[in-house]
Every structure is written in C-alpha cells, then in structure tokens.
Nanobody
Framework: QVQLVESGGGLVQAGGSLRLSCAAS????????VGWFRQAPGKEREFVVA????????YYADSVKGRITITRDNAKNTVYLQMNSLKPEDTAVYYCAANIGSPGTYYSSGAYNYWGQGTQVTVSS
C-alpha cells in the first residue's frame, strides 16, 4: 500500500504561482512513477505531468509545458509541482497518483494504482 497526501492548493490570481506537494508514505520502494492529474467541473480527469521515482524522467502535457515544473525529493518521499503563469483554465482539483510495478502509459489514469484525495486550485481572472 502507498498513501499519497496532496497539499498547497488555493486561490490565486491569473499570472500567479502555486507549489503543490505530494507526500508519499507506505511502500514507497515499490513506486515506479508519480503523476499529477487534474479535473475541472464537468470535465474528465486529464494528465498534467509525471516523473520517474528513481530516474527522474519527466513527462509533460503540452498544455502546461513551460509553466509547470515537477521535481522530487526522494529523501522526503515528496513530489513537488511548481506552477507559474497560472491561467483561469488551470482551475481544477489536482490529484497525485503513484504507479507501482510495471510502468504502463504515463498519461493514462488507469496506469496508476494509488491516488491522493486531491487539492483544489482556483485561478481567478
């Protein structure tokens, strides 16, 4: 079992920044990849970014490239999502997710085995 807890969401004006955190606990040695997804009201959950837990390889959705940076601190079992130049369309609940075992497809929510409870990000215009 892997437990994930997100934090750092909030209300920010367009153009502002937020840093989200995803703290992992439990069998973190089994984690292969950590991803962030988001879901806006009335929309499907969409992939944002992912990072390899050991090697640190990163994968970004085109919609966030250049504005969002994912990093990890393995000593703290924490993944960070630095979001800059935020837009109103970034408003959503942001979820972190962990993939264990076989990697699967990094942008597919079905490839992730454990999910956090989500943190709300609201960007006002």
């Amino acid at each position: 079992q892997v437990q994930l807890v997100e934090s750092g969401g909030g209300l920010v004006q367009a153009g502002g920044s937020l840093r989200l955190s995803c703290a992992a606990s439990g069998r973190t040695s089994s984690v292969y990849r950590v991803g962030w997804f988001r879901q806006a009201p009335g929309k499907e959950r969409e992939f944002v970014v992912a990072i390899g837990w050991s090697g640190g390889r990163t994968y970004y959705a085109d919609s966030v490239k250049g504005r969002i940076t994912i990093t990890r601190d393995n000593a703290k079992n924490t993944v960070y999502l630095q979001m800059n130049s935020l837009k109103p369309e970034d408003t959503a609940v942001y979820y972190c997710a962990a993939n264990i075992g076989s990697p699967g497809t990094y942008y597919s929510s079905g490839a992730y085995n454990y999910w956090g409870q989500g943190t709300q990000v609201t960007v006002s215009s």
